[in-house]
């Protein structure tokens, strides 16, 4: 799960915010609509050239791809470091379909779907102008393995011999082999993994040069191949990227039009709203919040340059299949009868669409048919007491587990006094946000239910259902399917749809019907209690060309579409 | 002074044990404060979750691991578990925009907190005295991170006289430096005026009734030389006394809303971040700093005791 970090003080600096900024506001009749679809980036009349400044509340976890995994350090890791595999650079669902990267056609897949093989393209330099090797991929997986990069287990699990060398037991990956004359590179896994190619398409195996330290380097990133490089890096202060003067345009990959960005992190979300708002800075981080505070000007002010774009993230509580009264598909059927999606929507300052559906949209397979308890934005308390009741589970005790950060504390507490008010008996249990997950992943807790999310880490439905709704995927530790579903259906759909290998992601719409009803399933067991799928700010100064500015499902903003008009 | 010295060096050293030791053991005892979980990411397994534990060390004793952690931050090679970045490069880099913010901050503080509690004081009972004694109330009920926003929003946003957030070195431009820190350094000092006032008017008035203020006046000095020389000198024993505390802290990062409010990125947003990442290096690192700066400043506040106060000894 790529995580969107937030500031670390934004609740106390929003409600200051809010308290001082009260009568400050314009008007809020005009909003923005969220914007959904697919367009390609357009091209427009914006220039080349130039200098544009992006605002972020929170500093990425590390600019150097082997660590980096929060979407702060993908945005820059995307134009720096191009893997072999990469998304296409529009909007909405098209931005999840593979295209080459620095490989010359996308993976060839043996016909049992446990070889992939590539060819690099040649001719190819890093940005300190040393030639690429095909051993340089190999190198860079090596080292995400050893540093170890947060997404280290999409490897390990899948290609052969990559638990042995994270371990230390063997001196390289044998599952991996790379040609340096003829650039072919061929990986070899364990079992089929259908999403194995979005697997590559992680910055984090970019290519980076042999020798380059085994660790983690965030203040002075390795060289990288992109059509940028990373410079001037302060660390958790600033940073740019300047123009690679070693870049070979590749076919699908946009060359940047700007010279320069520089990325400023400032914690105060608000002042970074007023910055792009009076066009001091350019462009508003998408995983920061606009604070409520500032919203009606923002949409008053600056509607032809602000919109919410909904983003492939799904919010919800979990619900112990396993345990009382959650075991009851009847108790499950009655928080998702009842739970009042809209007022959670507002406890998350608007950016929330309320859904029912694990799947996400724009994922292919979230499932288009009605919600199978009705319309998720109608709630029905009256029907869910009386769910709860049939199922005589009412008065039964629940601790409701949630973490501090703001709205998701608030999510927490309206949700334990909804169960209260349908006939359990719930109590809160909030807990520091850095060790929440690791604490309800802990089987051992049992934990009864609680808040979760999950943003995707590639536009594949394996990486909910593989991860969130597999019984497989039910682990002693760290575990993340918090419900402990273990559903036969549920766990052999996942498994074939999962590693269809001959449909990787670029054909995964020819099974999109198959996942469509697996996600029906899943909502009509109430196995999830999901409230909703997130959207994000799509925000930027009045110098930018708005039009042509892709803020992109796995990307973020996708920086090599940005121009000033 | 030599010994009152070499007393002051070893209770720092004691101090900085101490507080390194607990601020230690407070992470250890953290239900699930494990940080390989958080370093290996939330989809490890088991076993990258043990290399990472090995590879840091986590996998050895508490006692190890301490003695480890305080070599490395004597060596100047401890990193932070969370994003892998030197912490006293962080704290380095860090370190000039907390300075500027506690120095600047500190003299408007003291300056003001002292002119307001002596006309409260000189005046008491009169208009002025309880305007201003209102205008304090005000500023000790001001949280920094209010009217930090109401200052963005209107002396920024609005009439754009300073900038919105950011600190620029005073070595690039102190024109930027300046504009950058004047509403940090009001804001903050806010607070400060507010007590320190309260706190000399109080003392002033008690110290008026003193035999010794009484055969100053008595010798025929004017009000003005009585109050200067006599009245104020002893008052300020606890101002000093506080500023020194005061001080100590917000170089050591105690300005935590101030500097986030403004996005300076002193020590104090730094050491806010790590403790939101349960990042115990650089706590560490910063809560030992305060502690030598508390150390450092008591020591100073001493000497400055003596000064004013003829009577009281460093020996003693």
Redesign the interface.
């Known amino acids: 799960?790529r995580?969107r970090q937030r500031?670390?003080?934004p609740a106390?600096?929003a409600v200051?915010?809010v308290?001082?900024?009260a009568a400050?506001g314009g008007s809020s009749s005009s909003s923005s609509s969220a914007s959904s679809g697919a367009s390609s980036s357009s091209a427009s009349s914006g220039k080349s050239g130039g200098t544009i400044t992006q605002v972020f509340g929170t500093?990425p976890?590390?600019l150097?791809p082997g660590?980096g995994?929060t979407t702060q350090a993908l945005e820059p890791d995307q134009v720096a470091y191009v893997p072999l595999v990469a998304y296409q650079h529009a909007t909405g669902a098209a931005g999840g379909t593979l295209i080459p990267g620095l490989a010359t056609a996308l993976p060839k897949i043996s016909a049992d779907g446990k070889t992939y093989a590539m060819t690099l393209r040649s001719g190819l330099k890093f940005s300190n102008g040393q030639p690429v090797k095909a051993s340089d991929f190999t190198y860079a997986v090596e080292r995400s393995l050893k540093i170890?990069?947060?997404?280290?287990?999409f490897i390990?699990?899948n290609v052969e011999g990559a638990?042995a060398y994270?371990?230390?037991k063997a001196k390289t990956i044998s599952g991996i082999t790379a040609n340096d004359a003829t650039g072919q590179i061929t990986i070899k896994l364990t079992a089929p993994y259908g999403a194995f190619s979005n697997v590559l398409a992680f910055p984090a195996f970019a290519p980076v040069p042999a020798g380059t330290p085994m660790?983690?380097?965030?203040?002075s990133p390795p060289p990288g191949v992109g059509p940028y490089k990373i410079v001037n890096v302060?660390?958790?202060?600033s940073y740019s990227v300047v123009k690679n003067q070693y870049w070979t345009p590749v076919p699908g990959i946009p060359s940047g039009n700007v010279n320069q960005i520089n990325a400023?992190?400032?914690?105060?979300t608000?002042?970074?709203a007023?910055?792009v708002?009076?066009n001091?800075a350019d462009v508003f981080d998408f995983a920061d919040t606009v604070p409520p505070s500032v919203l009606p000007q923002v949409t008053s002010q600056a509607s032809d340059r602000y919109s919410k774009v909904v983003f492939p993230s799904t919010y919800y509580f979990f619900l112990n299949s396993k345990t009382k009264p959650f075991s009851s598909q009847l108790a499950r059927e009655a928080v998702v009868v009842g739970l009042d999606r809209n007022a959670l929507a507002r406890l998350g300052s608007g950016f929330f669409v309320p859904g029912c559906y694990l799947l996400p949209p724009p994922m292919i397979g979230h499932a288009t048919k009605p919600c199978p308890y009705g319309d998720p934005a109608t709630p029905n308390l009256a029907k869910a007491k009386q769910l709860v009741q049939q199922s005589g589970m009412a008065g039964t005790p629940i601790t409701v587990w949630g973490e501090e950060r703001s709205p998701r504390r608030q999510f927490v507490d309206y949700y334990t006094s909804f169960l209260n008010q349908i006939g359990f008996k719930a109590s809160e249990k909030i807990?520091?946000?850095?060790?929440y997950?690791?604490?309800i992943?802990?089987l051992k807790l049992n934990a009864q239910t609680g808040f979760a999310d999950w943003n995707q880490d590639f536009p594949n439905p394996i990486d909910f259902y593989g991860?969130l709704a597999a019984g497989d995927a039910i682990?002693?530790?760290?575990n993340?399917n918090f419900g402990q579903i273990n559903d036969p259906f549920i766990n052999s759909k996942t498994n074939s749809l999962g590693s269809l290998y001959k449909a990787p992601s670029d054909q995964l719409s020819a099974y999109a019907g198959q996942w469509e009803a697996l996600d029906y399933y899943t909502a009509q067991k109430a196995y999830f209690a999901v409230f909703g799928y997130a959207s994000f700010p799509k925000f930027t100064s009045n110098r930018i060309d708005y039009g042509s500015a892709v803020l992109h499902q796995v990307y973020g903003w996708d920086w090599l579409t940005l121009k000033q008009k | 002074m030599l010994r009152f010295t070499i007393r002051r060096l070893i209770a720092a050293a004691g101090v900085l044990v101490v507080i390194s030791i607990l601020t230690f053991m407070i992470f250890q005892i953290i239900p699930n404060g494990d940080p390989a979980i958080r370093i290996a990411g939330r989809t490890a397994n088991q076993a990258e979750i043990a290399q990472v534990r090995h590879e840091w060390g986590f996998d050895r004793p508490v006692y190890v691991q301490y003695v480890k952690t305080m070599g490395k931050i004597f060596t100047g090679t401890v990193v932070s578990y969370s994003q892998g970045v030197n912490v006293l490069d962080s704290i380095r880099q860090g370190l000039p925009a907390t300075l500027s913010l506690a120095i600047g901050a500190g003299i408007i503080w003291l300056g003001l907190g002292i002119l307001f509690g002596v006309i409260t004081a000189v005046k008491a009972g009169r208009f002025t005295d309880r305007a201003l004694t209102v205008l304090a109330f005000i500023g000790v009920s001001s949280p920094p991170f209010f009217l930090g926003a109401l200052a963005i929003y209107y002396a920024g946003y609005k009439a754009g006289i300073i900038p919105l957030a950011g600190y620029v070195p005073l070595t690039q431009n102190p024109a930027q430096w300046f504009t950058h820190l004047i509403a940090p350094w009001l804001v903050l000092s806010v607070l400060f005026i507010g007590i320190y006032s309260r706190v000399l008017r109080s003392t002033i008035l008690d110290t008026v009734h003193e035999d010794y203020v009484r055969t100053a006046r008595a010798k025929g000095l004017s009000d003005r030389q009585v109050l200067v020389r006599h009245t104020l000198r002893n008052s300020l024993i606890p101002i000093v006394s506080l500023w020194g505390l005061d001080f100590a802290q917000v170089i050591g990062g105690g300005a935590i809303l101030t500097e986030s409010v403004f996005s300076l990125h002193g020590v104090g947003q730094f050491a806010a971040d790590s403790i939101q990442r349960l990042d115990v290096p650089p706590v560490m690192v910063v809560t030992m700093l305060t502690a030598f700066f508390v150390v450092l400043l008591g020591a100073v506040v001493d000497i400055i005791y003596a000064l004013l106060d003829p009577r009281i000894r460093l020996s003693a």
Not at chain 1, 431 to 435: F, G, L, S, Y
């Open positions: 799960m995580r500031p670390v003080i106390v600096l200051a915010s308290v001082a900024l400050c500093a976890d590390s150097d660590d995994y170890p990069w947060g997404g280290s287990s390990t699990a638990s994270a371990a230390g660790k983690n380097m965030p203040a302060v660390p958790n202060v400023k992190i400032a914690s105060n608000t002042s970074n007023l910055s708002l009076n001091s807990i520091a946000d850095a060790t997950f690791a604490t992943g802990n991860i682990l002693p530790t760290n993340q």
